[in-house]
């Protein structure tokens, strides 16, 4: 059993939206293919992946470092003879070696994305929904075949005003989602209260069911001024105020904002979730880590920061997966993490589930008959990844 | 005044050493040349730079984000009026567009090698060498045009055995230098301790011309085990025991290791420092940090963290920048700092500064005839760069 190539792509994510902080225009997204020797009904079993929103395409460093230490190792050192199958924290070790410690975002998300299309493969090998893989060795008896899902919406874009912004948010309400987010910190503090209590009517005016997220952009006193406008609205969850590396200052806000505080999807490693944990005064059981599995070095190191969140009396009940996809929801259902995001026809193909996935309530129900991550559920996206390894 | 193009190669580091974590055999550097249309003696000037030792070459990144962002921009909107030259905080500021907040590694090589061959071509432009051009902007009248430098050294290879280590270590004595730091953590404690002891010797039996690096290899427990070992030696300092970004175990061993320690090789953010500063219990004055210039964003970044360091009590006499060449000597005798590295042949046309410069009781004194960064000196590393630029 082995892995024969490795594929990448680069395609556009061709998002016209806009944060607090940046817009997208500019941005390409790694799709991956491993392809493997094991044959199932004929045919070579491949595993996919891409790396996620919000990070630039990695193919070089995959050419240059990742991919060519996997296809020049041994390829029986990188099997789990236990369960006959690939061992992906083996072939983790192998794409770091020669790499210097500290400096995670360089390589955690080519490594992650591929990591990720590793385990899309073993769950085919084992003919399972890559959510009960993942349960099956980290989780036993724990996985959410049920899901509850919110959607991260309420970009600004030019020209949108509050009629535009309700009509966005009416429409992820029609569509079955219960649970809404919007940006803030890209307008002032007294335009966005409007934005923000015209969408709190629609969601019944009840703050458990609107989050609002401010993607890094605000200096210290504009993230004490929001957290202080916000604070009586008993919001879902006021995300990334400032710097996501000042672990100090959001230890600051949390002394004065009571309701949960939301961050995580901009660091890359154990280690520095372990450093949010220690120095950001964040409550467990309270507030939401965000954590990019396929871009901080993928599904297995998820395992690695919720042993060690146990350690501070944490659990992966308060882990919200970042990036609404295929891949967050089978990691948040099979490790029964709090919730997972969706952007529907928010980022083209690289958003949302499987075409005929349907939302009820705010829950999805993962599909239990499709070996894999499920990717093979998105006409457009398998497409392309399809293409890619000729499969 | 415009630059019209910036070009990046990629170059084996051939190196066959290795420390207590990896080996450098594998790894390629970034060179990059930035030609600008400003002509003296008939010659455009042309700024060059490397990407330091120990991180990968970024030219994918260079090509895709950061060079585009530069070429495409208003050249009058990069231009210091007041000095009538490039500047540099506006070109870094262009290259960040459309950059995600935090995961700096991912850019911060890429970014702050082009940053450091602007400064080459600025000081030319000024007909300055490199760290006149930075003392005049950031540290009038503090440059330090004798800087003292150390040699990091004490490698472990194969077969090399402590008669080679002193026949090593022998060599940069004889070559000027007075302050060594060798390898530990390669080794048993005992081999360890028996190597220092030989090297401490050579060295007059005085600790504070020997440092120690054990590279980010140790566990927690064996980071404590040498900390105990090495403290009667009392030695010029104790660097990177473990993870570079577990400040509070770097705090914890600073509670017990009173002799000066050292680590921020592995840190590529002002912000990353502020952690390593409030939360790892380091001691101003006393320990060390070792910043990348070219790792971590370039010298603006370096000017950022010193303003930052200020208010936390330390100043530039604490810093020593990482990786032996023209690059950090520039920055190191412009922004006054503590000291500055050398690594006499071990990084090929990567180490070591002008192929002129002598090193006299451990001091190196600057070139004030040569403008920039002075690589023309270095005539094997400038043949590349010039066949880069073609001029």
Redesign the interface.
């Known amino acids: 059993m082995k892995i024969i190539d490795i594929r990448e792509t680069a395609i556009p994510l061709n998002s016209t939206l806009r944060n607090a902080?940046?817009?997208f225009?500019?941005?390409?997204t790694s799709i991956v293919a491993v392809i493997t020797d094991v044959i199932i009904e004929g045919k070579p079993v491949v595993g996919y992946a891409f790396n996620s929103t919000?990070?630039?395409?990695?193919?070089?460093?995959m050419r240059?470092?990742f991919i060519p230490r996997i296809l020049s190792a041994d390829p029986d050192s990188l099997i789990d003879k236990e369960r006959n199958n690939f061992d992906p924290g083996k072939i983790l070790s192998v794409m770091m070696?020669?790499?210097?410690?500290?400096?995670?975002?360089?390589r955690s998300?080519g490594i992650g994305t591929i990591e990720v299309a590793i385990w899309d493969a073993i769950a085919k090998i084992e003919e399972k929904p890559a959510f009960r893989s993942i349960e099956e060795r980290y989780n036993p008896g724990g996985a959410k075949p049920k899901m509850f899902v919110y959607v991260g919406g309420g970009w600004y874009a030019p020209g949108k005003g509050t009629p535009e912004l309700l009509e966005e948010m009416q429409g992820y309400l029609d569509m079955g989602y219960t649970q809404l987010k919007m940006k803030v910190g890209g307008a002032s503090i007294s335009e966005d209260m409007k934005r923000l209590e015209a969408v709190l009517n629609l969601v019944d005016h009840d703050g458990w069911n609107l989050a609002v997220d401010a993607?890094?952009g605000l200096s210290r006193q504009g993230a004490f001024d929001y957290a202080k406008a916000l604070e009586p609205y008993k919001l879902r969850w006021y995300e990334?105020p400032t710097?996501?590396?000042?672990?100090?200052l959001m230890s600051e806000i949390a002394d004065i904002y009571h309701a949960p505080l939301a961050t995580g999807e901009?660091?890359?490693?154990v280690?520095?979730v372990?450093?949010l944990i220690?120095?950001g005064g964040l409550r467990p059981n309270h507030d939401v880590l965000q954590i990019d599995p396929p871009q901080s070095y993928g599904f297995g190191s998820v395992t690695q920061t919720i042993k060690m969140l146990n350690t501070h009396g944490w659990t992966a009940n308060s882990i919200m997966p970042h990036g609404g996809n295929q891949m967050s929801l089978h990691i948040a259902a099979g490790l029964g993490m709090l919730l997972c995001e969706s952007y529907p026809n928010t980022f083209g193909m690289f958003s949302g589930f499987a075409d005929d996935a349907e939302v009820i309530d705010g829950y999805i129900e993962l599909d239990e008959t499709m070996p894999g991550i499920g990717f093979e559920g998105q006409s457009e996206l398998f497409t392309i990844m399809s293409n890619l390894s000729n499969e």
């Open positions: 902080v940046f817009d225009s500019q941005m390409k919000g990070r630039y395409a990695c193919g070089a460093q240059m470092r070696q020669g790499e210097k410690p500290g400096g995670h975002s360089d998300v993607n890094c990334e710097d996501p590396l000042d672990f100090q901009n660091l890359f490693s280690q520095d372990q450093n220690r120095f």
